[in-house]
Structure formats: C-alpha cells, structure tokens
C-alpha cells in the first residue's frame, strides 16, 4: 500500500535523523505522514473504513482538540478562569509594553503548535496501520514487516558502533541510549512472535523449508535486538524488554479462545522462564556495573528522578485544567526546579507526570483512556482462536506494555519517531479484534481424470 510505504519512509527517515529530536529534521518526515494520512483517509470508501467506535473517537477528538486550544489566544476572563497561574504571568508581562489582552493558555505557543502537529501526525500513523491491515485481513504480519525492518537495521548499527567502530556502547542512529532500546524494545516482540507464527503456521502443521528458514531468521532478528539492548547499556531498556517477553509468555499461558490445552501453549510460555534465564546471564560486565551505580551515574541519578518528580507535582498543581501547554515543560519547571539546582533539567523522566503537566488532567484523562483501549484491545487480540492473528496481539502487547514500563523513568514518548513508531503498534492492536473471521482454507484437490471404460470382447462365432 502506497500509503503506508511513504509513512514508514518518513518514520525511518525521522529514526535516521537522531529520532527526529531536532524541528528542522523532524519536519519534512512530519509533512509526509500529514500528507500520507490525509490520502489515505479522503482516498477511502466510507464503507471500507475501520470505524474506531463512538467512545474511542470522542475521546480522540477531545485530545486533539484540547492539544489545538492551547495555542490559539483565548480572552482574559477565560485564561483567568482556566488557569490563574498563567493568566497572572500573562498579566504581569503585559504590565511593561501594553494592557492586558488575549493570550494563549500555552505558556509556549510556538513549541505547542509543533507539538500539536507531531500529535496530529503521530494520529495519522494510528489510522493508516488500522487502515492497512483492515484491506488485507489475511496477510496480518504483513503491517509488523516496517517496524522489523527499522528495528533489524538500527540493531546492526549499534552492534557495528561496539565491536567495529569500537563505541563503548550503542546508540543506533539516536543521540540517547534509552530512546535507542526504547524502538528496539518495540520490535523485539515481533520478531519473536514473527519467529513462533512461522513456526505454527496457518494452512498446515507440517514445517516446510520455507517456513524453517523464516523462523530462524526472525529469530536471529530477534537475538541481534536484544543483543543491541544489551550494548546500549541501558538498564531500563534491558529489563523492560525482558519484562514483555514475560508478559507475552503468562498471556499465552492462560490460553486462547478455545485452546485445546497447555501443550500447544507451552512453546510461548516459555518466554517467560527464558526472560528470567536471560536476566540473569545475559548482562553484560558494563551493565552489571550500571545496574549497581543506580545512585550515581555520569546521567540524571535515580535520586534526582524523584526530586524532578516533586517539582513537576507542584507544577501540575498550579496548572491541573489546561496545562502549560504541549512542549511548554522546559520553560516553566526552572519556577519550580529544587532538583540538581546546577544542571538544567528540561524533561521529567516520566512521560506520564509531564504530559499531565504539559495537557492538564481532563486531557491527560482522555490519553490513559485511549491507552487503557489500546492495551484491552491487545490482549483481546492475544486470545483469538487464529494462530497467526493471537502471535500478532501477543506481539502488539508485548511491544505496548515495554513502552509503557519504560516510559515511568524516561521520556521515549518526546521523541517523534518513537512515537509514530507505538502509534503504529497500536493501530495494529486496535485493528485485530475487529478484522472479519479468516477464510477455512481448503486443501486443492487435483481433477480426477473421467473413468476409461474397456471395450467388451466380442463373443466368439
């Protein structure tokens, strides 16, 4: 599909371009997606539309709608009455040139309109996926194809940066290494699940060549990722992807629709036995030493997390209705900022404290609603009674829950590409479970040539 060729390009051009970190670099991927999206949804029949349904689409609507409102001048009676705190800024800086006028809510408008329209993008990647898989029902693992393409290619990239170039870590084409294992813990779970789907097959039990060398290479795939992970060094990549292996592992334990019991269960539930194996065996010296120093590092330490995380309460107290408006976190936490006095602290570790601050609590409501939908939905998938479809939910679920593990202690969610990338996911998940029963496939059965009829010996004279 046309659509979903050029959205991927963006989406690995802006993961090439340090993630997409950098406005000037982020914005021609972010035109592209715009651009991608809008044909796909104005190109579209109506009646071919994957419908989100009437709760998730208001919800939707309302986040898009909050994020659009920070920027755009409201009168002062509003601003005053939605947020006290900025409507006294506005007014005191209004006091040195001019009265008082309409301002925005944001205290940053111009990073709040950027921010609007990354949001606006990464809703687009959301309904080209649902869009994808919705014209090929039976062809599932087709829309997992992009995201382990990208996550391959940066693991080879930052295994070549250890053991060629000599780096002493890997970091991908990303500036940050937990933003690095933040993509690879995405794609993990689908080269796992990828590997296991061939395995199983759809149309017979018997394991063909084809189906074997796919499965080792999705495999190797998946070993080259985790590799990567580990030479990031970074502890909460390593342990939050090792966590949704053994999430994908308790989840198939528990069975599908209709299992026939644990046997065919038991190859997936023993990613969870693998996952602890490899917590234990896997990490290297370095990440030993990282996972010991967790108080003092050369990064943010753990202890300055939490005094970050105190000053943004106080900011979310001071603006709980609308918030500071999207990306106007790092102009307003030096108010508030007791943490590492020294240092500039310019995000809070924690993708949930700082969107609540960034949004205001309703909107910030409306995401987890959407989160909550998203991750139901996976784990809906994850029970469907098709093999190859239950595979694809436990990947979506593994690759949701990782991100949103890791998204407690760091800020993966600020990177664009990162972002477009779980917007991609989460179509994926919200898709399956609406997609239409596959077809029972029907063995061919060769002609049978018409009976040869003898001729009958003439009766003697």
């Keep these: ?21 950098l406005w000037e670099h982020w914005l021609p991927c972010l035109a592209a997606i715009l651009l991608a999206s809008s044909a796909g949804v104005i190109l579209t029949k109506t009646e071919t539309w994957p419908r989100l349904g009437r709760l998730p689409a208001i919800t939707l609507g309302l986040l898009l709608g909050a994020a659009a409102g920070q920027w755009i001048p409201v009168p002062a009676p509003v601003l005053e009455r939605l947020s006290p705190v900025r409507a006294e800024l506005h007014e005191t800086l209004s006091s040195f040139w001019v009265r008082p006028g309409p301002a925005a809510m944001s205290v940053s408008p111009a ?26 029902p039976e062809r599932v693992w087709r829309g997992a194809v992009p995201l382990l393409v990208l996550g391959g290619f940066q693991a080879l990239v930052g295994l070549a940066q250890v053991f060629v170039a000599g780096q002493p ?48 290479g999705l495999f190797a795939m998946g070993a080259l990722m985790l590799a990567a992970i580990i030479q990031s060094l970074s502890r909460a990549g ?28 038991a190859p997936v539930a023993g990613l969870g036995v693998a996952a602890a ?23 943010i330490s753990a202890d300055t997390r939490v005094q970050v995380w105190e000053d943004t309460l106080k900011l979310i107290e001071d603006y709980p209705a609308a918030g500071v ?15 590492a006095p020294m240092q500039t602290i310019g995000m809070a570790h924690n993708d949930y404290m700082q969107l609540a601050a960034e949004l205001g609590l309703p909107a910030f409501a409306a995401l987890l609603l959407l989160a909550g939908w998203c991750l139901r939905c996976a784990v809906k998938a994850a029970a469907d009674a098709e093999p190859r479809r239950r595979y694809l939910g436990l990947a979506c679920l593994g690759a949701l829950a990782a ?44 002609p049978v040539p018409p009976p040869v009829f003898e001729a009958e010996p003439l009766p003697p004279r």
């Design 403 to 446: 991100l949103a593990l890791h998204s407690l202690v760091d800020f993966n969610l600020y990177l664009p590409a990162n972002a477009a990338a779980l917007a991609w996911v989460a179509g994926l998940a919200t898709i399956l479970p609406s997609l239409p029963a596959p077809r029972p496939h029907r063995a061919r059965r060769l």
């Design 111 to 136: 990073e709040s309109l950027r921010w609007t329209l990354t949001l606006a993008g990464v809703v687009g990647v959301f309904l080209v996926a649902r869009l994808t898989l919705r014209r090929e």
């Design 1 to 21: 599909m046309a659509v979903a060729a050029v959205t991927w390009l963006a989406i690995g051009a802006g993961s090439f371009l340090y993630g997409g970190a």
């Design 325 to 339: 408006g999207l990306g106007g976190y790092t102009a307003t936490i030096h108010r508030y900022q007791t943490a």
């Design 277 to 299: 194996a490899a917590f234990l065996f896997l990490p290297t010296d370095p990440l030993i030493y990282r996972f010991g120093a967790l108080a003092a590092t050369e990064e």
């Design 169 to 216: 870590l890997a970091t991908g084409t990303y500036v940050n290494r937990n933003h690095f294992a933040g993509l690879l813990e995405m794609a993990l779970p689908f080269a796992v699940m990828g590997g296991v789907a061939a395995l199983k097959g759809r149309r017979s039990r018997r394991l063909t060549v084809r189906r074997a060398l796919a499965a080792s």
């Design 238 to 265: 390593f342990s939050f992807a090792l966590a949704s292996l053994a999430l994908m592992g308790a989840v198939a334990l528990a069975g599908p629709a209709g299992s026939a019991g644990w046997k065919r269960r």
